[in-house]
Structures are given as structure tokens and as C-alpha cells.
């Protein structure tokens, strides 16, 4: 009887080491899909003017990254479409502002229709043009935003985490970005204002929300001290930097089409002087 006992002891021990070990890895998993959140670093006054490489992308230290200013006119390989939604006062033009000028004004007024920003950043051997769409949030405005949501590549979908309104609406945000926008459009979720003490939306919420929405990236910044606005936009040229090989597939494919229906155009034009050109 005591070998017997001292067998099923065994098996049982080995059970739960099993279970244990099956545990260990569930948790491994579950932060492993959690990589891309970028939370406030404790220290909020990090330099402004270096790139915080910790808050990038999980594959970054493997390329070569520079922000690049003072580009003129086309000194670029490809450039994306990036459009900056959100509810009204969360600060969209604030954070666009602080990444591409570096100014920051607490009066900023409430943008009406949309504004236009660029971000040059180099990857490697690649100078990627972010165009900044800029875009008003005020209620009556929304169904104007509709048309700019063509041809995005990505979109930062803004919220306060002093306002528990604007985060309880990213979901009417979403739904109107996926009835608009391509299929394949990458969508982060970005927690700004995390400068202010009355803070109402916790870290875990937005991770939670990021999880559950499949969101690309989620951060969080400060447009007033700068915390994580450049390494955003950064974030962004990564995440399309991935499926660089599709992006430029598809732009052959435009120029290609493209040149064809200038040759046709061309060919028109050699029409006779007495022949039917309708």
C-alpha cells in the first residue's frame, strides 16, 4: 500500500509541475503579444531630442534610424498617408505639432476640417514621408472627416486620459474608420495628456483596449513635454516599414498603370486632323 501511495504521490507531483510549466508559458504568450505597448517612462522630462529607442518597435535595434529635418520638395523613397483622429480637446494637432516643429501651445485652437503635416524618417537605406493628417473632432464635423479617410495607410486613433468620454468613443472612431478606410489600414491607439495629475483612464484600460480592438500599437505621450511624440510617428514608418515589400509592389503597380494611360492618351493625339476623334 505505501508503494502504491508513494507512486500516485509522484504522478500527482508530475501533473502539477505539467501544469505549472503550461502556466509559465501561457504568460510568456500573453506578454509576448503585448510587446508593442509603450507606456509613460517614470521620468517625464526625457530629453526631448533623442529618440527614446526603448518605446520603438520590437525589431528597431536591428535597423538604423534617423529622423530627418529640413527635407525639401521629393527627397524621399516612399511616403504614406497617416490621418490623427479623435474626439475634440485630446490633442491631435498638439502632439503633430510637438513631433514635426517642436512647439507646443496650451491655446491651440480647435481645428476645423483638417491640417497637413509631414515627418521625414530614415530606415536603413529608405526615407519614408509620413503625411500627417491633422483632422478636426468636433461632432458636427465627423461626417466631413469621412473623405479623408481614403487611401490611409495607418491611423492614430487619440484619446485624453483626463477625459473618459474620448476614450469611451473610440469605438465610434473605429467603426467609422473601417466602414472608410482601406481593410488593411493599421490603426494605433495613442493615450495623451499623461503630464496631467488628474489622470481618469488607467494603462491597463488602454492595454486592454489595444488587445481588444487587435490594434497595431498602443502608447502613451505627452504633447506638452514631449514624451513619446517623435517615437509615434517613428512607431508609424516601422509598422508600414513591415510590409515595405507590398507598399512598393503596389506603387510599381500605380506608375505602370499609370504610364499606360499616358501612352493611350499619346496615341489619341496622333489622331488625324479629318479623323472622328469622339
Request: glycine fraction near 4%.
Amino acid at each position: 500500500r505505501l508503494q502504491e501511495e508513494e507512486k500516485e504521490n509522484d504522478i500527482t507531483g508530475k501533473k502539477d509541475e505539467n501544469i505549472n510549466k503550461e502556466e509559465k508559458e501561457e504568460v510568456k504568450t500573453s506578454t509576448e503579444k503585448d510587446d508593442e505597448v509603450f507606456l509613460a517612462p517614470e521620468d517625464n522630462n526625457i530629453s526631448k531630442e533623442k529618440i527614446n529607442y526603448k518605446n520603438l518597435l520590437t525589431h528597431a535595434p536591428k535597423t538604423e534610424i534617423e529622423i530627418l529635418d529640413n527635407v525639401v520638395g521629393d527627397q524621399y523613397d516612399i511616403n504614406f498617408k497617416i490621418i490623427v483622429i479623435g474626439n475634440s480637446g485630446v490633442g491631435k494637432s498638439c502632439i503633430t505639432l510637438k513631433a514635426t516643429q517642436d512647439i507646443f501651445k496650451e491655446d491651440i485652437a480647435s481645428t476645423i476640417g483638417f491640417q497637413f503635416f509631414s515627418f521625414h524618417v530614415k530606415i536603413d537605406d529608405k526615407i519614408f514621408k509620413l503625411q500627417i493628417w491633422d483632422t478636426c473632432g468636433q461632432e458636427i464635423y465627423r461626417s466631413l472627416i469621412t473623405n479623408f479617410y481614403r487611401s490611409t495607410a495607418l491611423a492614430i486613433i487619440c484619446y485624453s486620459v483626463t477625459d473618459a468620454k474620448s476614450f469611451q468613443e473610440i469605438d465610434i472612431w473605429l467603426k467609422q474608420l473601417k466602414m472608410n478606410a482601406d481593410p488593411d489600414c493599421k490603426v494605433f491607439l495613442i493615450a495623451n495628456k499623461i503630464d496631467l495629475p488628474n489622470r481618469v483612464i488607467s494603462s491597463e484600460e488602454g492595454m486592454k483596449c489595444k488587445k481588444e480592438h487587435g490594434f497595431e500599437c498602443y502608447m502613451e505621450t505627452s504633447a506638452k513635454t514631449g514624451v513619446n511624440v517623435k517615437e509615434l510617428f517613428v512607431n508609424c514608418a516601422l509598422a508600414l516599414y513591415r510590409d515595405l515589400p507590398k507598399y512598393i509592389k503596389e506603387k510599381e503597380m500605380l506608375e505602370t498603370d499609370l504610364d499606360l494611360k499616358k501612352f493611350n492618351l499619346n496615341d489619341d493625339a496622333k489622331v488625324g486632323e479629318n479623323e472622328c476623334t469622339c
